[in-house]
């Protein structure tokens, strides 16, 4: 695969669960291009940056990711494959810190929250939010704080030259995220690292009249024709107020007769439908 197709946008810092995620997909000689927010992420694939974009959508603890919906709208991509990451926290130092020498731990808010136990048991250890899991070992490094620890992935102490204290810190280990992998229309297919997958999944959006049992009737469509739902999601409608866009994952590819069926069908009801992507899952 051309060195090319492997640049990746992703939210946050080389080291981040959004890297660990793209490593997944490519391997680990895939180049990501950082990002401090999401919408430079959705920006970067647009203006031809990067080949493909890497966003997180939803996580098991904390749910959907709404902003990355709201841009998803926004901006004509395709979502072209998923993937889940299970989320393992560690305290991660410079060589040489020991325990004992920790007075302070950073880390982006949520995960500080994923680690609550360990932090109340640890109470000599003071909470430091900041502004990306894998940012704060970097700041760590380039500080060359012996008194400081961060709560990061695995691959973030690897690739700054830091070293894990403590592995799974995290109170819940069923905590994943699942991200999308996207990319501009038209572009051409990528080989991607992970094994073949033997369903498929389609993804969109869609908006219906505001009256009663307009809902009930969009999801008859699919209920019909014995396709199952995977996710739906709503997300406020700009410009009117307590009206709803709908975001709706669902087994089945779009090439099957009964999935090209219950689209048309959705279509006669919708005020908008919008297909975001197909792929394997």
């Not at 830091?162 to 069923?174: C, F, G, P, T, V």
């Not at 009117?240 to 999935?259: A, C, M, Q, S």
């Amino acid at each position: 695969m051309p060195a090319a197709a492997r640049k990746v946008s992703i939210q946050g810092e080389a080291g981040s669960f959004s890297h660990q995620a793209a490593i997944q997909l490519f391997g680990p000689r895939v180049e990501v291009l950082p990002c401090s927010n999401f919408e430079l992420v959705f920006t970067s694939l647009r203006d031809r940056k990067v080949n493909a974009a890497l966003i997180p959508i939803e996580n098991t603890l904390h749910g959907s990711v709404h902003e990355n919906y709201d841009h998803l709208l926004q901006f004509d991509f395709r979502i072209v494959a998923e993937t889940s990451v299970r989320i393992v926290h560690n305290l991660i130092a410079l060589p040489g810190v020991k325990y004992r020498d920790v007075r302070q731990v950073y880390s982006h808010p949520v995960a500080l929250n994923q680690c609550l136990h360990f932090l109340a048991v640890n109470p000599q250890m003071e909470r430091m939010p900041f502004y990306d899991t894998a940012g704060s070992v970097k700041m760590l490094a380039a500080e060359q704080r012996r008194d400081a620890a961060a709560i990061a992935s695995a691959v973030s102490a690897e690739i700054y030259g830091a070293h894990i204290l403590k592995r799974s810190i995290e109170d819940d280990r069923q905590n994943f995220t699942r991200f999308f992998l996207l990319r501009r229309p038209g572009q051409p297919p990528l080989r991607l690292r992970e094994p073949a997958k033997k369903g498929w999944k389609t993804s969109l959006v869609f908006s219906t009249h505001n009256q009663p049992g307009s809902l009930f009737r969009a999801l008859s469509a699919f209920a019909l024709r014995d396709l199952s739902l995977a996710k739906i999601e709503s997300r406020p409608l700009r410009g009117k107020p307590w009206e709803y866009l709908f975001y709706l994952d669902f087994h089945g590819n779009i090439e099957e007769t009964r999935v090209q069926k219950a689209l048309g069908h959705l279509q006669e009801l919708a005020d908008m439908l919008r297909v975001l992507g197909c792929y394997r899952v």
